[in-house]
């Protein structure tokens, strides 16, 4: 089985890196759940007004390298997670997509100083077009996208809560491994 995995929002914590950065610069008492909408531009009033940059051109063109590589961190237990996933004989495709070339320059470090491991990646805003039986993503264009016939697993957050209940919803990428592992067994049981 091929399950493909988005990086920002489910591997890597760029929200609680932009926080940071925003409230360090700009005095803000802004946190990940304040975070209700998934376009950055309508989360950073005070970024627009004080530099005349748009919140994207901030943080991933000006502070890439603090957002992609040195303030965000990997989501607790998504390591092993994957681990156990390829461990189980699945095949990992990181599927994200990246602002630009210094971003995915960023975000290919990234994952190999924290030691994620995967079989193939892929830098592409038509995530669809990569065949995979499973997508776990937090982008609801992402889980949305008809065209995209995998299963869909949405890990939660605020700006994510409008999706319709109809896509497997779960709080972590280790929750949605655990699923993918537990849902194969149980049909591997049933055509048994």
């Known amino acids: 089985m091929t399950v ?12 609680t890196a932009m ?3 925003y409230n360090n610069k700009f005095g803000g008492k802004l946190c990940p759940d304040d975070i209700d909408d998934y376009d950055i531009n309508t989360n950073f009033s005070e970024i627009p007004n004080r530099t005349g940059m748009t919140p994207v051109d901030y943080f991933f063109r000006e502070h890439a390298d603090l957002i992609f590589e040195y303030v965000s961190q990997p989501f607790e237990g998504v390591k092993e997670a994957i681990d ?3 461990n189980n004989g699945h095949k990992v495709v990181i599927v994200t997509w990246q602002f630009n070339l210094d971003n995915i320059m960023h ?17 592409t805003k038509d995530k669809w077009m990569i065949k995979g039986d499973y997508l776990i993503d937090d982008n609801p264009e992402f889980i949305m996208d008809k065209r995209d ?5 949405i890990v939660d957050t605020p700006y994510n809560r409008n999706v319709s209940k109809k896509y497997k919803r779960v ?3 280790k929750d949605a491994i655990v699923y993918i592992i537990n849902n194969n067994r149980e049909e591997n049981k049933e055509a048994a």
């Open 4 to 15: 493909k995995i988005d990086v920002d929002g489910v591997i890597r914590d760029i929200i």
């Open 171 to 173: 709080n972590s990428l």
């Open 107 to 123: 975000t290919l470090r990234f994952l190999d100083v924290h030691g994620i491991r995967y079989d193939d990646i892929c830098f």
């Open 84 to 86: 156990e996933l390829r």
């Open 19 to 21: 926080c940071k950065i």
């Open 149 to 153: 016939k995998s299963k869909k697993i």
